[in-house]
């Protein structure tokens, strides 16, 4: 469980996805929304580029499942720390170029009544560089 930041009410995180159209890198947005005040957190954002190598990473993963060869797994689980690097260059990237970063804290009760902080990036759209693209605040 969750607590928004603005309501203070405590909800159960379901993520969203928003295709931004008019960017050429294909930018989609994963998100929740508090269904009490609407306040929106961004998860992540993700291009092409990131999607791509996403995929790779998860076929180089169901590689590494099937082998035996000790050496093959430590060569693939290399190459996937190598892309896990390039996304988050890219991430940055992605971020710096189109997004204005706003640092949230929402906090997650846990089963034990304990509580702990995520830290979450609230994404701002502050581009309108092509036409038809969409701005969110």
Do not use: W
Not at 62 to 90: F, P, W
């Amino acid at each position: 469980m969750v607590y928004c930041n603005k309501c203070k009410e405590g909800f159960e995180v379901s993520s969203k996805t928003q295709f931004y159209k008019g960017y050429p890198e294909g930018i989609e947005e994963t998100y929740f929304k508090c269904p009490n005040c609407g306040e929106r957190y961004s998860l992540y954002f993700t291009d092409i580029n990131i999607r791509h190598k996403q995929e790779r990473i998860k076929r180089l993963y169901r590689e590494a499942m099937v082998s035996t060869d000790i050496n093959y797994i430590s060569r693939i689980i290399s190459k996937i720390e190598c892309i896990k690097k390039g996304i988050n260059l890219d991430y940055d990237n992605l971020v710096n170029k189109y997004c204005k970063k706003q640092i949230e804290y929402v906090f997650i009760s846990k089963e034990d009544n304990s509580s702990m902080e995520l830290k979450l990036e609230k994404g701002l759209f502050q581009i309108n560089k092509h036409k038809g693209s969409e701005q969110h605040a």
